[in-house]
Every structure is written in structure tokens, then in C-alpha cells.
């Protein structure tokens, strides 16, 4: 009895500790918005923002690193070399010759811009990458702690949809509207019903679950762009 309620209290504290590292990374992102000359901080200051979510990655890897430690987030094999390198020219022939083939949105609203996402450039990818890194992280600490209490995958991706969806209900105190909030809502409680099985049960699961969210991003520009050039 004693261990089953020391295991609840880990799920309660690992539950907090991501919320608060994702609140807060937001928070953040939120407070250099309101610098003077800030607009569009992922594709004008791609550096400064690849460092910013560089540090929050090292906090969530020094936060959580007694989950990780026996965990294989990846496997050295031959199969991970090919998967990463065939990544990474998709990423390449993406952000060099898809992206530049569709233009900015311009918005010509009275109202901001729900996300920097619409017009980002190709150096909008540099610190979203990391971003995404740090959103799997914290799925990956959710999905293990609950792996830990024996819980049937069906369960934990259950509790991942909810949870990674129901976090990005935050969006619209950032002043997204109700139509994009519900987008990515919706598109994250089915992203998030996927990423544990991933993780769990699929080798080198971490990575095929960080480039689906990378693609996610990629489509979302693109489609977007497209709809408003049509």
C-alpha cells in the first residue's frame, strides 16, 4: 500500500513539474513577445530563440532525467541512421524549396495574427525545432511515469490526448482566437492518442514521434498558405 501511494505521488509530482516547465517556457515566449521590435521572434531572432528553448530542453532533461535513464530513447542502429537521414532531407528540401514556393501570409485584419506560424520564414524552424524537441520530452516524462504505474497503453494514450490537448487550451490567453485554439486542440488530442505508442512500442519510436510533430508544423503552414492563395 505504502509503494502504490509513493507511485501516485511520483505521477502527481512528475504531472506538476510539466505543466510547469510548459507554462512557463510559454510565459516566457509571452514576455519577449512585448519587447519593443519582438514581431515575429522565431524567423527575426531564430538564435536567440533556439538558445531560449535550448535552456528549458536542459531543464526538462535535468528534471526528469531518472525517467529517461532507463529508457531507450533511441537505439544505434542502421534503421535510425536511415530514418533521421531521410528526415532530415525532407526538413532540407522543405524549408528550401517547399516553403519559398508559397508566400508570406499577409494579414490585413485589424486583430494580430493568431500565430507566427502563418508567415514564418525558413529560420522559423530552427528554434521550432527545438520547441518540438521539448514538447516531446515532456510527453515522453508524462507517457514513462505513467508506464511506470504498469498502465495499459490504451490508458496512458488516453491520458496523453487529454493532457497534451487540454494544454493547448492555454492558447487563447495569448490571444488566439476560438477557431485556431480549436484546431490545434483537436489536432492535439489525436497527436497525443498517437505519441505513446510511438514511444512505447515502436523502435526509435521518440524520433518518428518528434517528426510527426515536426510534419505537423510543416503542413499546417503550407495548407494555410494555400488556402489564403486560393
Not at 532507463?70 to 542502429?77: Q, T
Not at 494514450?157 to 490537448?165: E, I, K, N, R, T
Amino acid at each position: 500500500m505504502f509503494e502504490d501511494i509513493k507511485q501516485q505521488l511520483l505521477v502527481a509530482k512528475t504531472l506538476v513539474e510539466i505543466v510547469a516547465i510548459w507554462i512557463l517556457s510559454d510565459i516566457g515566449y509571452y514576455l519577449l513577445r512585448l519587447l519593443p521590435g519582438t514581431s515575429g521572434l522565431y524567423s527575426n531572432y531564430p538564435v536567440v530563440m533556439a538558445l531560449y528553448y535550448m535552456f528549458w530542453v536542459w531543464v526538462a532533461f535535468r528534471t526528469f532525467r531518472s525517467l529517461y535513464q532507463n529508457w531507450r530513447m533511441v537505439e544505434v542502429r542502421t534503421s535510425m541512421f536511415v530514418l533521421i537521414g531521410v528526415a532530415l532531407v525532407g526538413v532540407f528540401c522543405y524549408v528550401v524549396y517547399v516553403l519559398p514556393a508559397f508566400p508570406p501570409i499577409h494579414w490585413a485584419y485589424q486583430w494580430t495574427p493568431p500565430s507566427e506560424l502563418l508567415y514564418a520564414s525558413p529560420w522559423y524552424f530552427l528554434p521550432k525545432s527545438i520547441d518540438i524537441a521539448l514538447q516531446q520530452l515532456l510527453i515522453a516524462a508524462m507517457v514513462l511515469v505513467f508506464e511506470l504505474r504498469k498502465w495499459p497503453i490504451k490508458t496512458i494514450a488516453a491520458w496523453s490526448a487529454g493532457l497534451f490537448g487540454g494544454i493547448h487550451l492555454l492558447l487563447v490567453f495569448g490571444g488566439s482566437s476560438l477557431a485556431y485554439t480549436f484546431f490545434f486542440t483537436a489536432s492535439a488530442v489525436v497527436a497525443g492518442y498517437i505519441f505513446p505508442y510511438l514511444m512505447l512500442r515502436v523502435r526509435n519510436g521518440f524520433l518518428y514521434s518528434y517528426f510527426l510533430h515536426w510534419g505537423f508544423y510543416a503542413a499546417v503552414i503550407v495548407l494555410a498558405r494555400f488556402i489564403v492563395s486560393t
